[in-house]
């Protein structure tokens, strides 16, 4: 059973920098691919990033290209987002999300990843 963990969010204010962590104790996370998503009050859940499962990048949404950073640590079981330079507008609960096999074709959308977390909160203040 993959059970996903993520840590790390909080209140920042604006240009400053969070990581977000997402842990999973189950010994196949090394096979799947990664991603994070995030859900803005009122909005629906958006693609930020996602990741192989070898860790190449896959892809990021425009927004946040330069600023956040997806990556993984198999070793530890552990996928991370790391975001810099953040704004009002990345406010939202960040979501990590698993899907089985390296390059999920529509890594970008909800319904391709398999396991989700349960979100940690961010909020950047301006």
């Known amino acids: 059973q993959v059970q996903l963990v993520e840590s790390g969010g909080g209140l920042v204010q604006a240009g400053g920098s969070l990581r977000l962590s997402c842990a999973n104790s189950d010994r196949t996370f090394s096979t799947y691919a990664m991603g994070w998503f995030r859900q803005a009050p009122g909005k629906e859940r958006e693609f930020v990033a996602a990741?192989?499962?070898?860790?190449?990048?896959?892809g990021t949404e425009d927004s946040v290209k330069g600023r956040f950073t997806i990556s993984r640590d198999n070793a530890k079981n552990t996928a991370y987002l790391q975001m810099n330079s953040l704004k009002p507008e990345d406010t939202g609960v960040y979501y990590c999300?698993?899907?089985?096999?390296?390059?999920?074709?529509?890594?970008?959308?909800?319904?391709?990843?398999?396991?989700w977390g349960q979100g940690t909160q961010v909020t950047v203040s301006s």
């Open positions: 990741i192989t499962w070898s860790g190449s990048s896959l």
């Open positions: 999300a698993a899907a089985l096999g390296s390059q999920p074709p529509s890594f970008r959308q909800v319904g391709a990843y398999d396991y």
